[in-house]
């Protein structure tokens, strides 16, 4: 199999070297060809020089740098852009997902996509209720009854392509499931573990990460809408 990792992180200096290493190291275990593609969210802490110093010993990374923060949802849809082989996942900087997981995942066509799911999560009350709305929402209005739509993913290039991304929130992720699903895409979902942060703050439950997700809302409905109908 041939892997593009990307590697999103916002002021993850403490573990973004960790993070690469061990994506290296597993990649090179189970994956014939790879690259790893660090997005750097327009980090303010030491998190640059790092990944800078790290894609001048590892011939497979590949450092890409927002000159200011942009959020998730573009931090995504800059790894995606950017991903050259078959097989594609994104994985957070902080150290959160095992990526020795990703062994787990077999070969695999258009008509599937891999989607993990966190046995539990430490969120406190409020993220807890954030992530329940979420889950009503996707299986009210879209359709969707994933587990847990916002974590770890697998899928395939041509999957990316066929997509068409249009959104840069955090609801990129839920773009790209509904729309695999509107083409005949069954979700095969695992189980992970929700490992501790090894550095850097939490950003999505936010009030400017909630805000924006509720503002392209709307326009997530809007394109899904006008996608289905140009595949009628």
């Known amino acids: 199999m041939e892997f593009s ?10 573990s973004i070297e960790r993070v690469i290493r061990q994506a290296a190291e597993v990649m090179r275990s189970c ?12 980090s303010t802490d030491q998190t640059g020089d790092v990944c800078r110093a790290l894609a001048a010993t590892l011939p497979q990374l590949r450092y890409v740098e927002h000159p200011a923060n942009k959020g998730i949802g573009c931090a995504l849809r800059t790894g995606y852009a950017a991903a050259q082989y078959q097989y594609v996942c994104a ?20 008509k599937e996509f891999y989607c993990f799911y966190r046995r539990k999560t430490n969120y406190n009350a409020y993220r807890s209720i954030l992530t ?75 009030i400017k990460t909630l805000y924006r997700a509720l503002a392209e809302t709307v326009s997530l409905i809007a394109e899904l809408g006008r996608f289905r109908r140009r595949r009628q």
């Open 5 to 14: 990792i990307i590697i999103f992180c916002y002021n993850e200096g403490t």
């Open 31 to 42: 994956a014939g060809r790879y690259e790893l593609i660090v997005v750097n969210d327009g």
């Open 91 to 110: 994985i957070p900087g902080d150290g959160q997902f095992d990526v020795a997981l990703l062994c787990d995942v077999p070969a695999f066509g258009e």
């Open 132 to 206: 329940w709305g979420n889950k009503a929402f996707n299986k009210l209005l879209l359709g969707i009854s994933l587990r847990d739509v916002n974590w770890v993913k697998v899928y395939t290039r041509d999957q990316l392509d066929r997509c068409d991304l249009q959104l840069s929130s955090s609801l990129v992720e839920t773009e790209i499931c509904s729309k695999l699903i509107h083409l005949g895409a069954v979700p095969v979902e695992l189980p992970s573990d929700y490992l501790v942060r090894g550095g850097g703050t939490p950003k999505g439950g936010s």
